[in-house]
């Protein structure tokens, strides 16, 4: 198949430039520079216009030789920087940096290599949007859906030239119907904004454009240029995408995508004879557009290095955008060119191609072996965490193993935050989370309830299980009050009956296991100061909000409605949040800085007045239950009026912002113990 040869258009590296700068402001000032993630659309047109004209311009004279040239001149325009790239950043990462999952981290980084990764974000649920930059391989998706689109088109391609004339209206026909049909099936997931973002048959109508575009510039290039009002549209274009940038957000999605597909078509189409010419084929910009490939790869991994390190966010700023431009104009001349132009190479490469069908076979029985497969991956993956665990300079890595998070905590053999369920019935609890010991007759029960508080002190609990049994009934954001719910919003919240019905079948159990024992605690572990100072609290009778004036009024009254129907024979111990963090550990040990500073953990006289309503509340109950105590861990983490964020070299007392590690919690059982035989049992 031999076409004439359309030639290369500076102009369209000028939008190239354009894209990428957008979609760097975008990373660096996402509230100011909303619509800078547009970029990447017009990236997507402008790709769609330029691998069409590359496949357009093949001498190849059979569908093979069509295939294999334009594979051959794809991988060595993507994969050497692209594994440069994400390989270099894994090892950084791993030996210099935090990571708080690093099954997501290595994940991304495999389906990344293998342009899979906007898949896997859809899998995991990743959110393009969210603010924190906590996965330095998150703008890979975009290669993804391009690489997935770069495996079915040349083969559409092929077949419509080979049927159609280049000018043919079918081929335009069927252009329009693809790209009709990919935006129709973007339209219909669009409620799933995750899924709408990242699948790639949803985002093929963009590339799509492209290239028709291509088509019409081809064929109509003598009327276009000749077109009355091209300059008319061109500024019309521009000042579209302009104003995007800045005020994205408050247009819908979707509208927002069709504007900039619409602009960016114009621009593509009549830039080569407007006044916006000049600007695009300048030197910078269209250098700017050759080397944009590299910025678009280098500087999210190094916003992603520098973020939280340097405090000034414009020096931050200034920072990743001039390296950014040092590693990128380094790679393109001395990297990426000489390996793209390398003849040699590119014979080699083409004749291993010849044996593709090779890599197919393999490719299809890695597919229907993956069970097996995935045993490998697996081994793979624990080798690499391993080697990463040893050769981690990170402060943070390393002090994971001694600062472990309360849902993998073993109880009973299994991991502590099964035993955090919303969904089960009472019997899985005494079944899978009641520790009874049975080496001897325990006298004492800990009966532990509450949200994800309850949970992370449950390993205190269990190395008390000598002194006393141990059962574990908890709910991930409950609001642990008879009659009372929360919402971040002001919707009445809809799932109020759960933790209502969690609290009834915990004081029901709690009636029957307690008379096998002499000694009984019913201990509730709650993030009551969250919810007063950061949600709206509802009266679930009256279906209507609660005024914040007269919450810890109304949580004192519902409180003492709980503590009223437990037996009163029974110890009740309240324990309180009394502390909540300005950040998470990782956090922290990202800036080191605010690591030297004590992680800049507030100091105790702040603590005591943020909850002095909630104290003066379990004051009031404790002096109406005699049978009420509140245990307190303020005087352990603040010993004077400073509070310690460390409670040993890297071992810090919490995990996150609320709740406290696995270590702390054993930690604390001596000092817990000290305080049932003072406090409680009044034993000394």
């Not at 800036?591 to 005591?608: A, F, M, T």
Request: hydrophobic residues 40%.
């Amino acid at each position: 198949m031999i076409n004439s040869r359309i030639n290369y258009r500076n102009e369209i590296d000028g939008l190239r430039s354009l894209s990428v700068i957008f979609v760097i402001l975008y990373h660096l000032y996402p509230d100011i520079f909303n619509g800078g993630f547009l970029g990447v659309d017009i990236f997507f047109v402008i790709s769609g216009y330029v691998i069409t004209q590359s496949l357009y311009n093949s001498n190849s004279q059979n569908f093979f030789e069509f295939i294999k040239n334009f594979y051959t001149r794809r991988i060595l325009r993507i994969y050497p920087l692209l594994i440069v790239v994400s390989l270099s950043t894994l090892v950084i990462t791993l030996i210099f940096f935090s990571y708080t999952d690093f099954n997501f981290l290595f994940y991304s980084f495999v389906t990344s290599i293998i342009g899979l990764s906007n898949l896997y974000y859809i899998k995991t649920g990743k959110d393009y949007f969210l603010d924190e930059i906590d996965n330095p391989f998150l703008h890979t998706w975009s290669l993804g859906v391009e690489e997935q689109f770069y495996l079915l088109y040349p083969i559409l391609l092929f077949i419509l030239l080979k049927n159609f004339s280049s000018s043919n209206i079918k081929l335009f026909i069927t252009f329009i119907l693809l790209i009709i049909l990919s935006k129709f099936l973007s339209i219909i997931i669009s409620d799933n904004q995750i899924l709408t973002f990242y699948f790639p048959f949803a985002r093929f109508w963009e590339l799509l454009i492209g290239c028709l575009l291509f088509f019409i510039f081809k064929d109509y290039k003598s009327r276009i240029s000749s077109f009355k009002y091209q300059n008319f549209l061109i500024f019309i274009s521009l000042l579209i995408v302009s104003s995007l940038l800045f005020f994205a957000k408050q247009v819908n999605l979707a509208f927002v995508m069709i504007l900039t597909i619409f602009s960016s078509s114009s621009l593509i189409l009549l830039s080569s004879a407007s006044f916006i010419n000049k600007i695009l084929n300048n030197f910078y910009m269209v250098y700017i557009g050759k080397i944009s490939f590299g910025l678009y790869l280098w500087h999210y991994p190094i916003l992603y290095f520098v973020k939280g390190r340097i405090e000034n966010h414009i020096l931050l700023s200034i920072f990743v955008i001039i390296i950014s431009f040092i590693i990128s104009i380094f790679t393109y001349e001395y990297f990426e060119n000489p390996i793209r132009y390398n003849k040699k190479l590119k014979l080699k490469l083409r004749k291993a191609l010849s044996y593709s069908y090779i890599l197919v076979v393999f490719f299809v029985l890695f597919i229907f072996s993956y069970p097996f497969s995935k045993i490998y991956l697996l081994k793979v993956e624990k080798s690499i965490r391993l080697l990463a665990e040893n050769i981690s300079l990170n402060h943070y890595q390393k002090s994971k193993k001694t600062n472990s998070h309360y849902s993998a905590y073993n109880f009973l053999g299994r991991p502590a935050k099964l035993c955090q369920q919303s969904d089960k019935k009472m019997s899985y609890f005494e079944t899978n989370c009641f520790k009874v010991n049975k080496s001897k007759k325990n006298e004492t029960l800990f009966f532990l309830v509450g949200d994800s508080i309850a949970t992370s002190f449950l390993p205190m609990f269990d190395k008390l299980s000598n002194e006393g049994d141990v059962y574990l009934s908890s709910m991930s954001g409950a609001f642990y009050l008879p009659k009372l719910s929360y919402s971040e919003t002001d919707i009445f919240p809809k799932n109020y009956i759960d933790t209502q019905n969690h609290i009834k079948n915990n004081l029901e159990n709690f009636y029957k296991i307690s008379k096998n024992y002499k000694n009984n605690f019913f201990i509730i572990a709650n993030m009551y100061r969250y919810y007063i100072h950061q949600t709206n609290i509802f009266d679930n009778e009256k279906k209507i909000k609660i005024q914040k004036k007269n919450y810890h009024l109304q949580i004192e009254n519902n409180l003492d409605e709980l503590i009223s129907k437990i037996p009163k024979n029974s110890k009740i111990i309240i324990i309180p949040q009394t502390l909540v963090l300005n950040q998470t550990r990782e956090e922290c040990f990202r800036n080191r800085k605010r690591y030297k500073n004590n992680c800049d953990i507030n100091d105790k006289e702040y603590h005591l007045n943020y909850s002095k309503n909630l104290f003066q509340s379990l004051k009031n109950l404790k002096s109406k239950h005699s049978n009420l105590f509140v245990y307190d861990i303020i005087d352990i983490i603040c010993p004077n009026s400073k509070c310690n964020y460390f409670r040993k070299n890297l071992d810090s007392y919490y995990f996150d912002k609320g709740h406290i590690t696995v270590e702390t919690s054993l930690y604390l059982s001596s000092h817990f113990n000290n305080f049932l035989e003072n406090k409680v049992l009044n034993k000394r």
